[in-house]
Nanobody
Framework: QAVLVESGGGLVQAGGSLRLSCSAS????????KCWFRQSPGQEREFVATISASAGEQYYADSVKGRFTISRDNAKNMLYLQMSTLKPDDTAVYYC?????????????????WGQGTQVTVSS
């Protein structure tokens, strides 16, 4: 079992930076692959970045590659998303998710646990 809680969202100007955090409860979640997704109004949930349980694998959506960095601290049971050079198109609710497998996945259907989301708004 894992309970996920995101934080760190907010309003930022284009070109700015934000760092999202996701705290996870439950010892087993340290062994789970984790992911960030985002969803804008009227849009489907979109893959952003994923990281394996050991942090040995990381994958990014093309739209954020080179601007976002996913990382995790298993000792603290935390997941992070460092977002830089933000664009108005990055505006969305950002969700963290976890799956009880070591390897990462980009599909939202393969994640069993979800946080409640945190709003990121990028103004132009």
């Amino acid at each position: 079992q894992a309970v996920l809680v995101e934080s760190g969202g907010g309003l930022v100007q284009a070109g700015g930076s934000l760092r999202l955090s996701c705290s996870a409860s439950g010892h087993a979640s340290r062994d789970y692959a984790k992911c960030w997704f985002r969803q804008s109004p009227g849009q489907e949930r979109e893959f952003v970045a994923t990281i394996s349980a050991s942090a040995g694998e990381q994958y990014y959506a093309d739209s954020v590659k080179g601007r976002f960095t996913i990382s995790r601290d298993n000792a603290k049971n935390m997941l992070y998303l460092q977002m830089s050079t933000l664009k108005p198109d990055d505006t969305a609710v950002y969700y963290c998710a976890a799956r009880p497998w070591d390897w990462a996945s980009t599909s939202p259907y393969e994640y069993d646990y979800w946080g409640q989301g945190t709003q990121v708004t990028v103004s132009s």
